[in-house]
Nanobody, 117 residues
Framework: QVQVVESGGGLVQPGGSLRLSCAAS????????MGWYRQAPGNQRELVAE???????TYADSVKGRFTISRDNAKNTVYLQMNSLKPEDTGVYYC???????????WGQGTQVTVSS
């Protein structure tokens, strides 16, 4: 199984930027999907962005044009660059590694992002 650990969260003012990192315990080259999710208080966990093996990326409509997901296979790390942050981006951000062959479905502990003036 693959373990993932998130880092990079914090407090930022509206309009600011943060870069989240998701470090995996072993190679992510064979992992089909690496994703970032977030959960705000009282809300369900939602998909923010995902990187699919082969290069495809998808984004939630609410973050398109502001967030960028990238995968560094050499470092076994996935990043989420977040620009033009808004208060509604506040929440706990989780990294997920998912693959069918080999079977992997791992979640990190999350990193808190707070956007507030």
């Amino acid at each position: 199984q693959v373990q993932v650990v998130e880092s990079g969260g914090g407090l930022v003012q509206p309009g600011g930027s943060l870069r989240l990192s998701c470090a995996a315990s072993r190679s992510i080259f064979v992992i089909s999907t690496m994703g970032w999710y977030r959960q705000a208080p009282g809300n369900q966990r939602e998909l923010v962005a995902e990187s699919i093996k082969g290069g495809t990326t998808t984004y939630a409509d609410s973050v398109k044009g502001r967030f960028t997901i990238s995968r560094d296979n050499a470092k076994n790390t996935v990043y989420l660059q977040m620009n033009s942050l808004k208060p509604e981006d506040t929440g706990v951000y989780y990294c997920n590694a998912y693959s069918i062959r080999p079977f992997v479905n791992s979640w990190g502990q999350g990193t808190q992002v707070t956007v507030s003036s």
